[in-house]
């Protein structure tokens, strides 16, 4: 509130627009995905005429990295408020940014992860405030797994890269779709079921061990 009133009224409108188009990029990319949005869609979901759109965004690529940045913003804001408690266990931590990723998912705030050849995907890897976020997430997140696995609450045996990788994938894992488009499962039951299978398995000896 305080960085808008510092703005003149013409920068507020200009910002209100930005984030409305954002936001409407956001909710596309998490129920379309990248490759079936297209900007006319953008446009009538953010309620503005397609060529108000491109006034602020001059591509496709551009309305996604948008939105991409701004649910890294919101994993890092999560994150730090994480480690405002350092007596938390970091496997506690871990399970808290699961929970979250996958929330966030299941309320349709979470844009879908782009593919990894896709030209989003090597649109984003150009981006430096893209590309900063996601490092300094990733360096946050890995402190945690690294103290995780030193202590034993997480296998040593797995690359470390590998449980990031997988913390990342739950934010578009498609077991939370498919549950939640059956129709059959409360939001909670499929939060408290991919958290438990993401950190302790399948395996019912594994569960009892743990």
């Given at each position: 509130?305080?960085?808008?009133?510092?703005?003149?009224?013409?920068?507020?409108?200009?910002?209100?627009?930005?984030?409305?188009?954002?936001?409407?990029?956001?909710?596309?990319?998490?129920?379309?995905?990248?490759?079936?949005?297209?900007?006319?869609?953008?446009?009538?979901?953010?309620?503005?005429?397609?060529?108000?759109?491109?006034?602020?965004?001059a591509s496709k690529e551009d309305l996604a990295a948008a939105a991409m940045i701004r649910a890294l913003d919101r994993a890092v804001t999560f994150v730090d408020g994480l480690r405002e408690n350092p007596d938390a266990r970091p496997i506690e931590q871990l399970k808290a940014v699961a929970r979250w990723a996958i929330t966030s998912q299941l309320e349709g705030e979470m844009p879908?992860?782009?593919?990894?050849?896709?030209?989003?995907?090597?649109?984003?890897?150009?981006?430096?405030?893209?590309?900063?976020?996601?490092?300094?997430?990733?360096?946050?997140?890995?402190?945690?797994?690294?103290?995780?696995?030193?202590?034993?609450e997480l296998n040593p045996?797995?690359?470390?890269?590998?449980?990031?990788?997988?913390?990342?994938?739950?934010?578009?894992?498609p077991v939370v779709g498919m549950l939640k488009a059956s129709g059959m499962y409360t939001n909670e039951q499929i939060l408290a079921w991919v958290t438990t299978a993401t950190f302790d398995g399948v395996s019912p000896l594994r569960a009892a061990a743990s």
């Open positions: 509130m305080a960085d808008m009133a510092r703005l003149s009224y013409k920068e507020q409108i200009q910002r209100i627009r930005e984030d409305a188009i954002v936001e409407a990029v956001n909710r596309l990319l998490a129920t379309k995905g990248y490759d079936a949005m297209t900007v006319d869609e953008v446009a009538a979901e953010a309620g503005m005429a397609k060529a108000s759109v491109y006034k602020h965004f879908s992860l782009p593919s990894q050849n896709s030209a989003l995907s090597n649109s984003l890897q150009a981006n430096e405030a893209y590309m900063d976020r996601l490092i300094s997430l990733s360096n946050k997140l890995s402190i945690w797994i690294t103290e995780a696995q030193t202590s034993g045996d797995l690359p470390a890269e590998m449980t990031l990788y997988m913390l990342f994938a739950l934010a578009c894992d």
